[in-house]
């Protein structure tokens, strides 16, 4: 096993935290960041593994205006699990990326 390191440049910016952080088995990041937007509009974003480093974060869009907090991505990223609002919800990966949040239902 490796021992912890910084996700590097693109991921850790200066004075700006990340939560919730989830990984896909092919090195995909997910993670929630209250800051990073200009707006401090808190979002979660996605990194892609470059074999060596992240790529640049680019925001997770799945719920309109809601946003979406705490994502967590299945290892064979089929389907991603996040909050919006004060519910939960699930999106799967099709051809055409990612589907509408589904919210789930407690019965």
Do not use: C
């Amino acid at each position: 096993m490796a021992p912890p390191s910084s996700f590097g440049g693109s991921v850790n910016l200066e004075s700006i935290d990340n939560y919730a952080q989830s990984v896909s088995r092919s090195g995909t990041l997910y993670f929630f960041s209250p800051h990073r937007d200009i707006n401090n509009k808190g979002e979660s974003y996605y990194a892609k593994w470059e074999g060596n480093h992240f790529d640049e974060p680019k925001m997770l869009s799945l719920n309109g205006a809601n946003g979406v907090r705490d994502p967590y991505i299945s290892p064979d990223e089929r389907y991603l699990v996040f909050i919006s609002g004060s519910d939960l919800y699930i999106s799967y990966h099709n051809n055409n990326g990612w589907s509408a949040g589904e919210k789930l239902v407690h019965r």
